[in-house]
């Protein structure tokens, strides 16, 4: 009765190789780097214990290792929610450089090199430059935030992420008194990323998006490099991820390559795909429709088969108190 | 009772992908949303199967076996099975039930209209597909079962419309499709048998 006709995209699971082994050279590379001396610490080996369950271990580079012995562990909690299995968040995703399916992340992200990975900072600021993510991680601590995740398709998730706000970033970067917005892009890479070689896809490459200035300076605005205690896994945005709680998931572009501060408001792929549908803004919004997708509720995931997990959708995801602020007198039916 | 076991089958084939479905999405197979992933399957098994039962009439006029035909209706009324199941599923996991939501749906989202527009358009096909109907309409059955070109049009328009950012899976069905219908232009048609050696 197990009869089952995989899609073509799909290898058997005998042929996938463990993420543990193919990037153990990377591991292997990363560890002389540090010296044994790292190794040793207590830190390191509380570090390598995974803090949820069923979380697969990542094999993290150096500096990310060093960084997770003082890291602010739940800085930010979601009080009364489950958090969603690693297996879940890691395996249902949307992520369309790597495919259209939600399986197609999972299955296809793992041969992305992350590694050595920079990050172009331009525009309005006084200090343009291209950065290793090392380098850009650095002066900043991780903190850990849990955060309610609200997909656009009305499914959300409670995530655990690793990351330090985006306020310190920009900050450092200096921007000028131009600077109104910022405008991220996804990196284009398709030789590893064969959603970006489809020639029937809607969406244009490289993957961008943007907030307001003020937006993106918000404390809840995150820039992740892990989540469940460990490195982001590709599928997930590996190795450098927006968070934007309070708005649906399309904002929180992954896998940034390029951070630009701007004077006109960014162009955004989902904006220019279909307008009507995908605003600038994109603040969760139950009264606000999607024209295909009703947003008065969502499915948390995992949500059984007979006993759905459907909820309210709360405006700003939840985040309400802390944000709607920034949206005082605009007409948000009008800037959705 | 000609070609029994070609018909059986066809019946088994065509009946065990649902509980198949139904059981992955019971054991979290699927992934967190089931329900999501069973009211795709669905949906598109009905269209694969519309477009199988649109295969039989050119399969049997090029290979002049009589099993394509037999099972033509089978495949039609195992479409509108599906169909139901989609819109079951629809209405279960989509609407929760909540059936003061369906309306507002219909009015405010195309996709779900046309869709609700596809099932309606192989309802009939469905009722009048026994011999009793057949007797009864007569002349008129034949026009009346032209409504499945219909059905085929607003089913794939239902799915296009669902595409979020790859359109090739939806370019395929449509140029299957087109396929069909092009078989179905009176000179195609004609040659496609002449070449099988029709009289």
């Known amino acids: 009765m197990l009869i089952q006709i995989?899609?073509?995209s799909h290898c058997p699971s005998s042929e996938i190789t463990p993420e543990s082994v193919y990037l153990s050279r990377r591991r292997f590379l990363g560890a002389g780097a540090v010296a044994l001396g790292a190794a040793a610490l207590p830190a390191w080996a509380r570090a390598e214990t995974p803090r949820y369950a069923g979380v697969e271990p990542g094999q993290a580079p150096a500096w990310f290792a060093q960084k997770l012995a003082d890291t602010r562990w739940q800085a930010v909690e979601a009080p009364g929610e489950a958090i969603t299995p690693f297996r879940d968040a890691s395996h249902y995703n949307n992520f369309y450089e790597f495919g259209p399916d939600k399986g197609d992340p999972a299955a296809n992200a793992g041969q992305l090199p992350t590694e050595p990975?920079?990050?172009r900072i331009d525009g309005e600021v006084g200090k343009?430059?291209?950065?290793?993510?090392?380098?850009?991680?650095?002066?900043h601590a991780l903190e850990e935030r849990i955060y309610r995740l609200r997909c656009v398709e009305a499914w959300s998730m409670v995530i655990p992420w690793l990351g330090f706000p985006l306020a310190e970033l920009l900050k450092r970067a200096e921007p000028t008194g131009n600077a109104r917005y910022v405008a991220f892009e996804t990196l284009v890479d398709p030789e590893h990323m064969p959603g970006q070689r489809s020639r029937f896809a809607l969406l244009d490459w490289p993957y961008r998006e943007g907030l307001r200035l003020d937006e993106a300076m918000h404390p809840l605005t995150l820039l992740a490099v892990g989540m469940y205690g460990r490195v982001l896994p590709n599928q997930n945005g590996a190795?450098?991820?927006?968070?934007?709680?309070?708005?649906?998931?399309?904002k929180s572009i992954k896998s940034i390559v390029r951070i630009s501060l701007t004077e006109r408001q960014p162009y955004t792929s989902w904006q220019n795909r279909a307008p009507e549908e995908y605003g600038f803004y994109a603040n969760v919004n139950p009264a606000v429709d999607h024209p295909r997708w009703s947003q008065k509720?969502?499915?948390?995931?995992?949500?059984?088969?007979?006993?759905p997990n459907l909820r309210d959708t709360l405006p700003f995801n939840g985040y309400a108190e802390e944000v709607a602020g920034l949206y005082s007198g605009m007409d948000l039916t009008r800037e959705y | 009772m000609k070609h029994l076991l070609w018909r059986c089958c066809v019946f088994v084939a065509a009946l065990l992908p649902p509980p198949y479905w139904l059981y992955q999405a019971w054991t979290f197979a699927l992934g967190p949303d089931p329900g999501k992933v069973l009211l795709e399957r669905l949906g598109q098994g009905a269209l694969i199967l519309l477009l199988l039962t649109l295969c039989l009439t050119p399969l049997q006029r090029a290979t002049h076996w009589s099993g394509w035909a037999l099972v033509r209706r089978q495949l039609g009324l195992w479409c509108f099975a599906y169909a139901c199941l989609h819109l079951l599923a629809y209405l279960v996991f989509v609407l929760g039930l909540d059936f003061a939501q369906l309306g507002g749906e219909l009015q405010k989202r195309p996709y779900i209209l046309v869709g609700a527009l596809a099932w309606c358009s192989l309802l009939p096909l469905a009722l009048t597909s026994n011999r009793f109907s057949m007797r009864r309409l007569g002349r008129r059955w034949k026009p009346l079962h032209r409504l499945v070109y219909a059905a085929l049009g607003l089913a794939l328009l239902h799915?296009?419309?669902v595409v979020r950012?790859?359109?090739?899976q939806w370019l395929l069905y449509f140029a299957w499709a087109l396929f069909l219908l092009a078989l179905r232009l009176p000179g195609v048609g004609r040659r496609l048998g002449h070449r099988a050696g029709t009289p």
């Open chain 1, 6 to 8: 995989p899609p073509r």
């Open chain 1, 297 to 307: 509720r969502e499915r948390r995931l995992p949500s059984g088969l007979f006993s």
């Open chain 2, 159 to 161: 799915m296009l419309w």
């Open chain 1, 239 to 250: 190795p450098l991820r927006l968070v934007v709680p309070w708005k649906y998931g399309f």
């Open chain 2, 165 to 168: 950012s790859d359109i090739g």
């Open chain 1, 128 to 139: 343009p430059g291209q950065y290793a993510l090392e380098d850009l991680v650095r002066p």
């Open chain 1, 117 to 119: 990975w920079t990050v």
